[in-house]
């Protein structure tokens, strides 16, 4: 007897699932119900119908019912509601949101997929305003945009600076817009580390997006803003970008159980509470392998792979599940950004024991053209040297080189196993010593207690506190831009001028990304100078920490001029 399936929710979760069903079980009856008009829609590409880069709202629908019925054999209804399911009856009520109709369908097994909704906090006066939106579906952009056009909106304020919320501001100033990008917290991008955002924030207010942190939103008016610290920004449009929350009513109503994290309990098969319902994707709750224990992570990639999960348990097809890691990328202008694992508040809140390593090799042979900085950091535990996460930014491939470190993290390596990783090479694509071959080394060369460091981020208290530093680079660069305080000993001379430098106190030392500064240590190091520690990320790093907060604070600088060369 052919089974009967029926899917709540046409996204990446319920189509991948209907369609792995489907080639799994050429008899099978499935039916997939979409609340809205559209299923099977590119929802992360949604942004870019805002600068025209997707010109037509029609092009973010990959497929439409009729081809799920042509190409599947699948019975794709849009417009209709999933209102309840009867769990001892194993029917759901649905109701067609054109006609008006409501009626009963009968499962076999039932897969839940219906997402997260966008939070709109009614905390906030004027949050229902017709001037503010939010950001799920091709409706929900396609009226945006219409209102941006047909009301002639110059100012536009972004509240949350998400990865929703970066690339709504970047693809608004694209368009030629007044961009202000509000958030609570006090940098963007919470999956990545303070440092590492502030290269991307220095590329936001550099392309004219005016930055407002630590300052949540309170009230929305016609033409403005208020945000908590009193601040008054102009703004005719407002996108909330603010986070989402599992659609959970459904399951909540169905008697299901519902996690400690707010999403769908379910097991290794994605499983729920019932052995005849299924969820997966967006509302659900999942396991952190790293953090070993319960989270929510709304990203398409993990929604695909629970989908064929699903699918195959439903046909007894064993799977492996791995629990979650958390890789994600984004443009902001010139700029990407890609991160994987955990970060180090996610570490601290787990309360594993962890170091780090921040290089900035290039991303391809410096010869070669538009060859930049690569600004990576890779997180380890101690003493083991297990790979926890990695975040890099810079203008070239970021995502190959995380997508190394997310493999690495799946097979339970070592930042041992990484120096020995062979990674493909020619001087247009990376370096002989990739840049996750340099962390690990470095990485490899801490554990064993080779140097010390000290992170940019603790520069500047080393400044105001008129610690000793040197800067190691040759005196031309030195004489384009320097640490207020630093004292000028290139490595070439630096081995004739070591009574130059005290024994008596720590010795900071620094160069453009710190590679000479390592091998100054280490010379040092075998001149008896025990307490030498060099500058993680060194000028160049420095640089890019420093740069945001000195453009939009009145704070005192610490270098003389700035060089991100």
């Known amino acids: ?226 945000v908590e610290s009193g601040k008054k920004i102009d703004a005719e449009a407002v996108v909330l970008a603010i986070g989402v929350s599992p659609e959970t009513e459904l399951a909540e109503e169905a008697g299901l159980k519902i996690g400690k994290t707010g999403g769908i309990e379910v097991n290794h098969n994605y499983v729920t509470s019932d052995p005849d319902i299924y969820a997966v994707g967006d509302v659900i709750e999942v396991y952190s392998k790293i953090a070993r224990s319960k989270t929510r992570l709304p990203l398409a990639g993990p929604a695909q792979r629970q ?75 101690v003493p083991t040297g297990k790979i926890l996460g990695a975040q890099a930014v810079g203008k070239g491939n970021v995502d190959k080189r995380i997508d190394v470190i997310a493999t690495s993290i799946l097979l339970d390596a070592t930042v041992e196993d990484l120096t020995e990783s062979e990674l493909a090479y020619a001087p247009l694509f990376s370096t002989p010593r990739n840049a996750v071959n340099q962390a690990s080394l470095v990485a490899t060369n801490l554990i064993n207690n080779r140097f010390r460091q000290v992170p940019v981020s603790k520069v500047r208290e080393l400044v105001e506190k008129d610690a000793f530093i040197v800067d190691v680079r040759e005196k031309e660069e030195y004489e384009m831009g320097h640490l207020v305080n630093a004292v000028n000993i290139p490595l070439s001379e630096l081995r004739e001028r070591t009574d130059e430098i005290p024994k008596d106190q720590p010795v900071y030392l620094h160069c453009r990304s710190a590679q000479r500064s390592y091998n100054a240590c280490l010379a040092l190091q075998g001149r008896d100078f025990d307490n030498v520690i060099n500058i993680s990320g060194s000028f160049l790093g420095i640089c890019c920490y420093e740069y945001f907060l000195d453009q939009t604070t009145d704070r005192d600088k610490i270098v003389t001029e700035y060089n991100f060369e």
């Open 1 to 226: 007897m052919s089974k009967k399936i029926l899917v709540v929710g046409g996204v990446a979760g319920g189509a991948g699932t209907a369609a792995r069903a489907r080639r799994l079980d050429e008899d099978a009856e499935i039916i997939m119900f979409e609340r809205g008009p559209h299923v099977s829609f590119s929802n992360c590409a949604l942004p870019y119908h805002l600068s025209g880069v997707v010109k037509d709202c029609d092009d973010l629908v990959l497929m439409c019912p009729t081809n799920f019925a042509e190409q599947y054999n699948i019975d794709a209804r849009v417009n209709n509601e999933v209102l309840s399911i009867d769990r001892e009856a194993k029917t759901v009520e649905v109701k067609n949101l054109k006609s008006g109709e409501t009626y009963t369908e009968d499962y076999d097994k039932l897969v839940l997929s219906p997402g997260a909704n966008p939070i709109k906090p009614q905390s906030i006066k004027g949050v229902n305003n017709d001037n503010v939106f939010t950001i799920r579906n091709v409706v929900d952009i396609d009226k945006l945009n219409t209102y941006v056009e047909e009301n002639d909106v110059e100012d536009i304020a972004v509240i949350g600076a998400g990865y929703i919320g970066i690339e709504i501001a970047e693809n608004f100033i694209h368009n030629g817009k007044n961009v202000a990008l509000v958030e609570a917290m006090d940098q963007i991008l919470q999956p990545l580390d303070y440092d590492m955002a502030q290269i991307l924030q220095k590329e936001l207010h550099d392309n004219g997006v005016n930055m407002i942190l630590s300052d949540a939103l309170t009230e929305v008016h016609d033409d403005h803003i208020v």
């Open 307 to 381: 989908a064929r999960a699903a699918a195959n348990h439903i046909y007894n097809i064993p799977n492996k599940n791995n629990g979650v890691i958390g890789s994600s990328v984004i443009r902001a202008f010139d700029y990407n950004a890609a991160t994987t694992g955990l970060n180090e508040k996610q570490l601290k809140d787990a309360g594993i024991s962890y170091d780090f390593v921040y290089v900035i090799p290039t991303d391809k042979v410096g010869l070669m053209p538009d060859a930049n900085p690569l600004h990576f950091k890779l997180l380890y535990e």
